[in-house]
Structures are given as structure tokens and as C-alpha cells.
């Protein structure tokens, strides 16, 4: 077994979120895997295996500390680029077919970077006012800033509160704890003329109970964008920043295409590659 370490969504050097993925991982147990997550400490980690369908190049399994994930947007990019640096070949010429919990999804290169095709809602729609309460209440954020309230779980199950802006998600506080489950986002306009479009922030609630902040988050951001673009709360392209509260610089790049389909990209850097000695 191989064990690669890469930092997904950086803006530079080591300013992304980390991914573990660990290869030749076949002979692992459910609970081996998640006892190699837990120990790791990362937000997510993958294990790449052989797909079951004809159509995929490989099939991911992907983990988070508190168990098995059907779908994941930085471990998408993270194990598309260990997959091709252990000399993956795409089935279909610049298009990498992943097999995961969700289906199939499509990652494609762009420049230096990687995309993955947003998968589809598994939940979609307003937020009951008691969602909503729930959820000022777990991020912090301030009542009079709250937009919308919105479902846009494609996978993991995203609570979206857009806000009035980016220095209003910055400025939210939240709580420590929560319970098992909870997975609830922030996102509001930086306004015109700054590097980036969107402020991003995502939280989800630990094994321990711990209420953690995410430092970049594809699923989250995908679902923000799909339902961005679908209001025309934006429009084309756009950038997103994320994790700037927990020590990290993540850059998100969101667009919609001729299609109608909504894509997500970022950097995505192999910082290590070592052999996996034991998981007992």
C-alpha cells in the first residue's frame, strides 16, 4: 500500500485542505479504513480501488472521522490527481470518470488544475424556520444578515445561510458543539473589485461532538454554486474563498457551462508519497 498526502484547493504552497489517500488498499476492512481516517486527522481521507462499473477509471471509497462519505469534493480532486500521478490513463481523453456512493462523476483538467462535475441535489429547498434557527444559532452568524435559508445536500447533508456578505461570515462565531450530523455552511459576496467573489465557510460536527470548521470544502461550495447559478446570484464564473479562520488560504473555481452543468476546480499538489507499512 501507498499513501499519498495532497493539499486540495490552495491558493500557494501548503494553503489548502489536506487529503490523505492511500492506495492498493483492497485488503482493508471498513474499520481499518476508518480507524487509518481517525488517525490521520484530516477531514477526509480516500482509498483507491479497482471500479466496479465498466464506465469508471477507478472507484474511490472516501472517509471522514465519523464514518463512510457517498460523496466528497476535495477527496474527488485529491484522488483524481494521486490516480494520475500513479499513471492512471482516462478511459476518455481528458475526462476522468470516478466511481463513488453518488454514481459516476467527471473530473477534467484545466490548466493546472482539476474539476469536478457537481453532482446532483440530494436535497434541495428551503430551510423550515425551525432549520433555519438551528442553524444562526450552530454558526453564530447575525440574524439581520441572513438572506436565505436553503437545503444543498448532494451527499453530505449542506445547510446553506447566504448572507449579506463576505465580512459577515467572517465575523460569525460557532458554537463548539453539535450534534452528529450537522453540516451547515456560510456564503456571502465579497462585492466588486477584490480577488475573490464569494466568502465560504463550512462547519460539521465531529464524533467527539465537536462543532470544526472546514478548511476548504468542495461539496459545500458545489452545492452553493449550483444553486448560485440556478437563481442568477451569479453568473459564468466565479472565485471563492474559503478558510481564512483556520489558518488556510483555499481558492474555489466555480462555473457553469453551455450545458447548464455547474463545475468545480482547484489546485490539487502532491506533497508526499511514502509506503503505508501496517494498518492493523
Same mark, same amino acid.
Given at each position: 500500500m501507498k499513501l499519498d498526502l495532497v493539499d486540495v484547493f490552495g491558493s500557494g504552497p501548503l494553503s489548502g485542505n489536506p487529503l490523505g489517500v492511500v492506495h492498493g488498499g483492497e485488503g482493508l476492512s471498513d474499520e481499518q479504513m476508518l480507524r487509518l481516517t481517525q488517525w490521520l486527522g484530516f477531514s477526509e481521507t480516500t482509498f483507491l480501488l479497482d471500479p466496479s462499473d465498466e464506465r469508471a477509471d477507478y472507484r474511490v471509497r472516501i472517509f471522514y472521522p465519523g464514518g463512510e462519505l457517498p460523496f466528497a469534493g476535495h477527496p474527488t480532486l485529491g484522488s483524481a490527481r494521486a490516480w494520475l500521478a500513479a499513471g492512471g490513463i482516462p478511459g476518455s481523453d481528458g475526462v476522468i470518470i470516478q466511481e463513488c456512493g453518488v454514481g459516476l462523476v467527471e473530473v477534467r483538467s484545466e490548466d493546472d488544475r482539476l474539476a469536478f462535475k457537481a453532482p446532483a441535489f440530494t436535497k434541495y429547498g428551503p430551510m423550515t424556520s425551525e432549520e433555519r434557527d438551528f442553524a444562526i444559532s450552530m454558526t453564530g452568524a447575525d440574524p439581520d444578515t441572513?438572506?436565505?435559508? *436553503?437545503?444543498?445536500?448532494?451527499? =453530505?447533508?449542506?445547510?446553506?445561510?447566504?448572507?449579506? +456578505?463576505?465580512? &459577515? *461570515?467572517?465575523?460569525? +462565531? =460557532? +458554537?463548539?458543539?453539535? =450534534?452528529?450530523?450537522? &453540516?451547515? !455552511?456560510?456564503?456571502? =459576496?465579497?462585492?466588486? !473589485? !477584490?480577488?475573490? &467573489?464569494?466568502?465560504?465557510r463550512a462547519f460539521f460536527s465531529d464524533t467527539l461532538g465537536r462543532f470544526r470548521e472546514d478548511p476548504v470544502t468542495g461539496s459545500f461550495n458545489a452545492g452553493v454554486a449550483k444553486h448560485l447559478f440556478a437563481h442568477g446570484l451569479a453568473t459564468g464564473s466565479y472565485k471563492a474563498a474559503q478558510g481564512r479562520k483556520t489558518g488556510a488560504d483555499g481558492a474555489i473555481h466555480c462555473a457553469i457551462d453551455e450545458d447548464g452543468e455547474t463545475w468545480i476546480g482547484g489546485t490539487a499538489d502532491i506533497v508526499s508519497s511514502q509506503g503505508l507499512l501496517a494498518v492493523d
Open positions: 441572513v438572506e436565505e435559508a *436553503v437545503h444543498v445536500a448532494n451527499g =453530505p447533508g449542506w445547510q446553506l445561510l447566504r448572507l449579506k +456578505s463576505a465580512s &459577515d *461570515v467572517l465575523a460569525a +462565531s =460557532p +458554537s463548539f458543539t453539535a =450534534p452528529l450530523g450537522t &453540516d451547515i !455552511g456560510l456564503a456571502g =459576496p465579497a462585492g466588486e !473589485g !477584490g480577488e475573490v &467573489d464569494w466568502e465560504i
